[in-house]
Nanobody, 115 residues
């Protein structure tokens, strides 16, 4: 079992940057995968980026080159650096942890990008 606490959302103008943080209550090495998802109003939740316990990283196409997922093992924290933000990036961003077959979601953090 793990608890996730997200932070870092907010309001930013198009072209700006934000960094989201997701602090886990246990070692990242004990978590099979950490992911960032997002959900825009009226839309389904969608995967943004993921990082495994071994450090393998994947991004969905629409954020490649703009978003970077990283982690600080000493702080049990995963980050999502978001650059060149667009209004269509506006959504609630959720942190997600997978341990074996058990999934845990963070509370979500709102990101709003104004045009």
């Amino acid at each position: 079992q793990v608890q996730l606490v997200e932070s870092g959302g907010g309001l930013v103008q198009a072209g700006g940057s934000l960094r989201l943080s997701c602090a886990a209550s246990r070692s990242l090495f004990s978590i099979d995968a950490m992911r960032w998802y997002r959900q825009a109003p009226g839309s389904q939740r969608e995967l943004v980026a993921s990082i495994t316990s071994g450090g393998r990283i994947n991004y969905v196409d629409f954020v490649k080159g703009r978003f970077t997922i990283s982690r600080d093992i000493s702080k049990n924290t995963v980050y999502l650096q978001m650059n060149s933000l667009k209004p269509e990036d506006t959504a609630v961003y959720y942190c997600y942890a997978l341990i074996s077959s058990t999934t845990t979601w963070g509370q979500g953090t709102q990101v709003t990008v104004s045009s």
